[in-house]
């Protein structure tokens, strides 16, 4: 809101759609979402449990594997979770 002469605020008329604020003030985040968290944006970070050493040793020789054996890990996995 802008400062009316005489030091009196100008009160905004509502126009359609818009959140009533929560707390009055003109700058708080209450009436905006937080950023999604790893579990809804599927990222891993410090939320998710800790990854298994035999799972981080895979991710870590990846880069590495020839593309043959890539797909053999791959065909083992897609063969023992059924899909």
Do not use: F, Y
Not at 28 to 46: F, H, K, Q, R, T
Not at 48 to 60: K, N, V
């Amino acid at each position: 809101m802008a400062a009316a002469e005489g030091g009196e605020r100008e009160i905004a008329t509502r126009r359609g759609l818009e959140l009533d604020s929560v707390t009055g003030l003109p700058c708080n985040d209450l009436g905006n979402p937080p950023s999604p968290s790893g579990a809804e944006s599927g990222a891993v970070g410090a939320e998710s449990d800790p990854i298994a050493p035999e799972l981080a040793a895979i991710i870590a020789a990846w880069p590495a594997l020839p593309e043959a054996t890539r797909q053999a890990i791959l065909a083992m996995v897609k063969a023992t979770a059924g899909g």
